[in-house]
């Protein structure tokens, strides 16, 4: 990919690379409309190392301190995240994050509540079947395209009743705001989309945040990229896309998925 650095003009421009050489090093005037990741949980998967709770949060909070600069004024951020788990107890990550995001003067739109439908069955607890992710915006006055993501209406052809519009449909035309709780599935074995990567994001769930929070154009940045899912979706919806990733395979492979494209 065309380096980010010289100027360029292509949708797409990724990254093997430490994140946090990369921000560093990262123009403070070359600004992104919308940041989405899935970072890693620290829970020991093969693409992290397990580190003490602490350092893990002390890790994320340099990153996102270096992240917030470059996001516009009227930018979002979305984390999506899941539990820290240790000795059969959970920690909520967004929970643990949120302060972070705050003291940085970011403003939180929603907690997003992602569930799906399959994954490990646990044993001393009820099974896991969702993630959280946290969408903050840079000011109050930020791009939201509702119209560009609604869903269809339960009841399409309900009316008023009495008054001035007894007789005409009550509901909007385009569909309803979509609600809070989002039931997308995961990708698994059988999934179209599925990859070596363990826990990838899909492109589905991406997708409504970009429409909704990014206009044709904009430029979407994933400094936890994995396989390229937000790439994809960013390209998709004609939005140009900047990724980091630092495992060797996850970034082939999301380069040959956005180079097939």
Known sequence: MKNLFEDSK???DIYNQDIIKFLRSYPKNRKVDLVV???PYNIGKEYEKRIDIENYLSWKKEIIELIVPIIKSKGSLC???GNYIKNG???PLDILLHETFIENGLILRNRIVWTFGHGTHAKKRFSGRYEVIMWYTKSDDYIFN???VRIPSKY???RYYKGNKKGQISSNPLGKNPEDVWNIPNVKSNHIEKTSHPCQFPIALVERLVMALTNKGGT???PFMGVGSSGLASIIHQRKFVGVEIDKEYFKIAKDRISSF
């Open 220 to 222: 979407v940045f994933d």
């Open 37 to 39: 990741s899935s970072p």
């Open 146 to 148: 509702l119209d560009d």
């Open 89 to 91: 107890s959970i920690a």
């Open 79 to 81: 984390w999506q995240v």
């Open 10 to 12: 292509d949708s797409v």
């Open 156 to 158: 399409p052809n309900k």
